[in-house]
Nanobody
Framework: QVQLVESGGGLVQAGGSLRLSCAVS????????MGWFRQAPGKEREFVAA?????????YYADSVKGRFTISTDNAKNTLYLQMNSLKPEDTAVYYC????????????????WGQGTQVTVSS
């Protein structure tokens, strides 16, 4: 099992920045992907970003956040980050950290481990 705990959400004005953190604990393997998803009220949970936990060399982003958000890891601290810049009101959502064994995926149903989520609210 993998345990994930998010933190760092909050209220920010449009154009501002936030950094989300996801503390990772439990069983870890050499090949698994970590991702960030988000869910706005009344909408489906959607993919935001992902990377391979060990290599971190290749990152993947949703088109809506590309160039504004950066996913990264600090393996020594067992922590995944999502740096969010130039935030927009449409970025308002609950943000979730997720993990899956195997290859990269943008599909929420293919991630087996989830955190509890952290609220991000962007005011206009």
């Amino acid at each position: 099992q993998v345990q994930l705990v998010e933190s760092g959400g909050g209220l920010v004005q449009a154009g501002g920045s936030l950094r989300l953190s996801c503390a990772v604990s439990g069983r870890t393997f050499s090949t698994y992907f970590m991702g960030w998803f988000r869910q706005a009220p009344g909408k489906e949970r959607e993919f935001v970003a992902a990377l391979n936990w060990n290599s971190g060399a290749t990152t993947y982003y949703a088109d809506s956040v590309k160039g504004r958000f950066t996913i990264s890891t600090d393996n020594a601290k067992n922590t995944l980050y999502l740096q969010m810049n130039s935030l927009k009101p449409e970025d308002t959502a609950v943000y979730y950290c997720a993990a899956r064994w195997g290859s990269m995926s943008r599909k929420r149903d293919e991630y087996g481990f989830w955190g509890q989520g952290t609220q991000v609210t962007v005011s206009s």
